[in-house]
């Protein structure tokens, strides 16, 4: 295929995409390296070694790189990390129980030990990438904030990929990372608790910030970073979300931001004899089919995804369930029946395509995947931006919400009977409009705007 914009010397460009070793954020960045393969790119996959097999699948080179202490690969509990890491995650799943504020607090005491862990030996890995491999820009994952403040400070040029809610990536002065925008309406925190969050994200804020100027000062004196949880690409900012009209606008600046509006393939490979036999088992006897997902870390959550089940049970005639239960499977396996089907991990994308509706917990991948496939669901927001999430999606008429803190079967049972009796007004229009755009579409534009880094700066923001 013929490169949609040439390299140095009439060659293909060369893009390293740099992701974190989480799953939910290293699968829908080898999409987009995918795509960027397709459109004409040669890409570069750089990440944990445990996500080589995603660069295979993505027709990119593989390149090992290790950015922070923490991972997921597929179930958080399950992951092999260090003790202190396991820690934190059941103490973050313990605070889930207690409430929205209650989780947001405990990742706002644990980010400064998840977020810039070794940013010297990132530095120098990024640095030693540079030398062996010569991209010509990179793409990184805007979570990764050593990788960030590593190009910053190398003076290389990237790309932004923002995983989650466009508002992780600061909108103003004002805006708090960690604060969430906007809340669903089964969930508003009191204004005590909402000013100690303040509080707590504004310390990370400046204690960030602080960190971020002293490595900069060692590696690179004459490249001041600025506030630290908006250090973002000067070029280009990808968002893998629909560019809804209520949300905060960017202040005006030369940055092109592309509302990418979702990471799904237009082809997802069927997942085999097994899954589909379970499928025509399950429809063969029930009018409708339910999925049960709740992202890599919460599927822990082994207490909510029992009373989702007996919620479906007592309260949906006519409707089977698939669940993904992480870990937990074996001590959920009691569930399992004519009419539930329990697994460990579960073929999400393609599942979307065979399934009525979805229960998930407003982590971006679910979402954007069921506005994609035109699914209707059900979220229970928990922590980080799913708060913001479950509040897009019912203002823009996609979702119901409810809060997972205070979960009862007769408003679990009657949301899904409204859910599959009568889908959300909104779905046909936005999934039409994330339709037209997707990882072939972000995959052009940053060619098309890295090929013109050098180009003379446009007067205001690019908002595509």
């Known amino acids: 295929m013929k490169p949609s914009q040439d390299g140095p010397a009439g060659r293909a460009p060369r893009v390293a995409v740099v992701s ?4 939910s954020h290293a699968q829908p960045l080898s999409v987009l390296a995918h795509a960027l393969a397709g459109a004409g790119a040669e890409v570069l996959f750089v990440s944990a070694p445990a996500f080589a097999p995603l660069a295979e699948a993505a027709g990119a080179r593989f390149e090992p790189l290790t950015v922070t202490r923490n991972a997921n690969t597929g179930i958080a509990r399950s992951t092999r990390q260090g003790a ?5 995650l059941e103490e973050f799943l313990s605070s889930t129980r207690q409430g929205a504020v209650a989780a947001l607090l405990t990742q706002s005491r644990h980010r400064g030990e998840d977020m810039l862990a070794d940013p010297a030996q990132v530095v120098s890995g990024i640095g030693s990438l540079q030398e062996r491999c010569a991209p010509d820009w990179y793409v990184v994952d805007q979570l990764s904030y050593p990788v960030t403040l590593a190009l910053h400070c190398l003076g290389l040029p990237f790309a932004t990929f923002c995983p989650g809610h466009p508002t992780y990536l600061p909108h103003s002065p004002e805006a708090l990372f960690g604060v969430p925008y906007a809340w669903p309406r089964a969930i508003r925190p009191t204004e005590d608790s909402l000013a100690e969050l303040r509080r707590a994200a504004r310390a990370n804020d400046v204690a960030f910030t602080r960190r971020f100027a002293e490595i900069a000062r060692t590696h690179a004196p004459a490249r001041a970073p600025g506030r630290a949880f908006a250090l973002a690409s000067r070029h280009a900012v990808v968002f893998n979300y629909p560019r809804f009209p209520w949300l905060p606008e960017r202040q005006a ?3 092109r931001y592309l509302y990418g509006g979702h990471c799904s393939p237009d082809r997802e490979p069927g997942p085999g004899a097994e899954w589909e036999g379970v499928v025509r088992r399950l429809r063969a006897s029930h009018e409708r089919l339910l999925l049960i997902a709740l992202g890599t870390f919460l599927s822990a959550r082994a207490d909510v995804l029992s009373l989702l089940v007996r919620a479906v049970r007592a309260h949906v005639p006519g409707c089977a369930v698939v669940l993904a239960a992480g870990d937990g499977a074996a001590s959920l396996s009691h569930l399992s029946g004519p009419d539930v089907h ?3 991990v579960v073929p999400q994308r393609w599942l979307l395509r065979q399934v009525d509706a979805m229960v998930h917990h407003g982590g971006n991948n679910s979402f954007t995947e069921c506005l994609a496939s035109a699914t209707p669901a059900l979220v229970l927001p928990f922590s980080s931006d799913q708060f913001s999430i479950a509040h897009d999606a019912e203002r823009a008429g996609l979702a119901l919400s409810l809060d997972p803190s205070r979960l009862e079967q007769h408003a679990v049972g009657a949301a899904l009977r409204q859910l ?30 890295m090929h013109g880094v050098t180009a003379p700066a446009h007067s205001g923001p690019l908002i595509t």
């Open 20 to 23: 974190p070793p989480f799953l």
């Open 84 to 88: 202190r890491e396991a820690e934190r």
């Open 253 to 255: 600046g030369d940055t």
């Open 342 to 344: 329990v697994a460990d």
């Open 420 to 449: 599959l009796a009568e889908p959300p007004g909104g779905l046909p229009r936005w999934t039409r409009a994330v339709r037209r755009r997707g990882p072939d579409w972000m995959a052009r534009r940053l060619l098309r705007t």
